[in-house]
């Protein structure tokens, strides 16, 4: 079965220094894997998706993440968060066995960052 | 959010009553889907369609109906039969590119009960 685990429901950075939100998978065909942000009662908006090819996929607002085949990981990272970055970050992967639309969305990680 | 409006922002339901959620599109996307979001719970899936006139449940559709009678838009009916309809609803849309397709969101709409 396919899931998804973002195993820190809190992530704490301060301004300046990288941040990494870490995300998990299992499925049973080739991953898709996308990272979303949401703001405070605002819907999910799109940072980066992992489809196939480079490993470090480069996303929206300087985010990037990084794909491992061997660890089924998916990290969010930044070299310098901002403080405008504190939002709820959500990892999702679909695979690419059978007709399968639906994503399968992990529970998400709050990340603050501190001034 | 550009692109997909989701009406109205906030939404009171009294008890019995169904309340409809709108959600308009123009960007020509094929697919839209409703989620239903509780916190600590992530995003759960309650209908999708992938095509005008057909849609499909998803992992929690009890207590809740849909129509697509228009590709642009998708609106979610919560019947008295959902007992517990408190929770922020989102819906999305995407082009149909099969596993690799991207999902794009409205802004949201919190439904609280009376």
Avoid at chain 1, 61 to 81: D, I, R, V
Avoid at chain 2, 19 to 39: F, I
Wanted: a neutral charge; one cysteine or more.
């Amino acid at each position: 079965a396919q899931s998804v685990a973002q195993p820190e429901d809190q992530v704490n950075v301060a301004e300046g220094n990288p941040l990494t939100v870490k995300c998990t998978y299992s499925v049973s065909g080739n991953p898709y894997l996308f990272w979303y942000v949401q703001y405070p009662n605002r819907g999910l908006q799109f940072l980066l998706k992992y489809i196939t090819g480079d490993n470090l996929v480069k996303g929206s607002y300087g985010f990037e993440a990084e794909f491992n085949k061997s660890q089924t990981s998916f990290h969010l990272k930044k070299p310098s968060a901002l403080v405008s970055d504190s939002a709820l970050y959500f990892c999702a992967v679909r695979d690419n066995a059978g007709n399968n639309r639906k994503l399968i969305w992990g529970l998400g990680t709050s990340l603050a960052v501190n001034p | 959010d550009g692109g997909i409006t989701q009406s109205p922002k906030y939404l009171f339901r009294k008890e019995g009553q169904n309340v409809t959620l709108s959600c308009e599109q123009n960007l020509n996307h094929d697919a839209m889907y409703w989620y239903r979001q509780d916190p600590g719970q992530g995003l759960r899936l309650i209908y999708y369609s992938q095509i005008v006139n057909d849609f499909q449940k998803g992992d929690i559709a009890e207590g809740y109906s849909v129509s697509r009678e228009k590709k642009e838009s998708f609106p979610l009916t919560v019947t008295s039969a959902q007992k517990n309809p408190t929770a922020f609803y989102l819906c999305a849309s995407s082009i149909l590119q099969g596993a690799a397709e991207t999902q794009y969101f409205g802004p949201g709409t919190r439904l609280l009960v009376l």
